[in-house]
Nanobody, 117 residues
Framework: QVHLVESGGGLVQPGGSLRLSCAAS????????MDWHRQAPGKQRELVAT?????????DYADSVKGRFTISRDNARNTVYLQMNTLKPEDTAVYYC?????????WGQGTQVTVSS
C-alpha cells in the first residue's frame, strides 16, 4: 500500500500562485507515473497534469492549464509537485494526487484550492 499526502493548498487571489506537493510512502517511487486531478463542486473529476515514471519524465496537461501549471517530480524526496501560476476562479477545486503503475493505483486525500478575491 502506498500512502499519498498532499499539501500546499489554500486561498489565493486571482492571478496568484500556489505550489502543491504530494509525498509518497514507497521505496520504488521512480517506478510510478504521477498525476494531479481536481474536482470542483458539482463537476466530474478531471485530469490536470501527468508525469511519467523515471527521472524527469514526460509531462502532459489539460488544455485549461497549459502554460500556467507545471508538474515536476523529485525522486530523491518521493515527491511530485504542481506549480500553479496565474490562477483563475475556475481553478477552484479539491486537488488529488495519484500514483499508478500496472496493477496498482493509489490516491491521496486531496487538498483544497480556492481562488477568490
Amino acid at each position: 500500500q502506498v500512502h499519498l499526502v498532499e499539501s500546499g493548498g489554500g486561498l489565493v487571489q486571482p492571478g496568484g500562485s500556489l505550489r502543491l506537493s504530494c509525498a509518497a510512502s514507497t521505496t520504488i517511487f521512480s517506478l510510478y507515473a504521477m498525476d494531479w486531478h481536481r474536482q470542483a463542486p458539482g463537476k466530474q473529476r478531471e485530469l490536470v497534469a501527468t508525469i511519467t515514471n523515471g527521472g524527469g519524465g514526460t509531462k502532459d496537461y489539460a488544455d485549461s492549464v497549459k502554460g500556467r501549471f507545471t508538474i515536476s517530480r523529485d525522486n530523491a524526496r518521493n515527491t511530485v509537485y504542481l506549480q500553479m501560476n496565474t490562477l483563475k476562479p475556475e481553478d477552484t477545486a479539491v486537488y488529488y494526487c495519484r500514483a499508478r503503475r500496472p496493477g496498482f493505483d493509489y490516491w491521496g486525500q486531496g487538498t483544497q484550492v480556492t481562488v477568490s478575491s
